[in-house]
């Protein structure tokens, strides 16, 4: 079956120096709402929230319920009870209200081009710090900042992920274990989001997408 994977960042204002450029991938709370409002209901729409921000529990969580939605939250290991991140306790109650929690890493570094012992903090160590918040296995992987290639998608395979997500803004197949999602910007309004994003493009946009994966897998 086709979806279209829908990424968020932080909501509202942030509680945290952001990265430089990270703020244009901040939504304000009524647009956020907005977009939520317009995939109710939708059985090819998919969730996600990258970063793990505190806004995942406050804002997020609650009007996900109200809506009765569910989402996948990939989260940064290393920012767990940081100010304006998750808390752990938090992280408990994504996981109990039903929503997944997945592996962003461990300090949001890029994952091409790891040595060794970082791969092993970023996709390892970071998982099992998750695991041991929930004490339910972390089975999926969001590649920091959308950056990944077939090194990097080889070692999420021998390590047993069960998905890598990225950021190439394409719709996905439920059954791929490449889930290619759209991130919300800043300028989207849920005008914007329901006609460029949840709307399947036409069959030419879709060959240029799909050939822009390719050579990022293979690279
Ligand atoms: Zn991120």
Known sequence: MRVVNVCFHGIGSPGRVLEPGEETYWTGRDTFLGILDRVAGRDDVRLSFDDGNASDASIALPALQERGLTATFFVVAGRLDQPGSL???D?????????TIGNHGMTHRPWRGLDPGRQQEELVAARQALAEVTGHAVRD????LGRYD????????RLGYRSAHTSDRRWARTDSWIQ??????????????EREVLRRPAAPVRAKGAAVGAVKRLR
Do not use: F, K, N, Q
């Not at 992987?141 to 920091?144: I, K, T, V």
């Open 150 to 157: 077939r090194h990097v998608l080889g070692a999420l395979r």
């Open 141 to 144: 992987a969001a590649c920091p």
């Open 180 to 193: 290619p999602r759209y991130s919300i910007h800043a300028g989207d309004t849920p005008e914007s989001v």
């Open 87 to 89: 808390s752990r306790e």
């Open 91 to 99: 992280v408990r109650r994504l996981h109990g209200a039903g929503m």
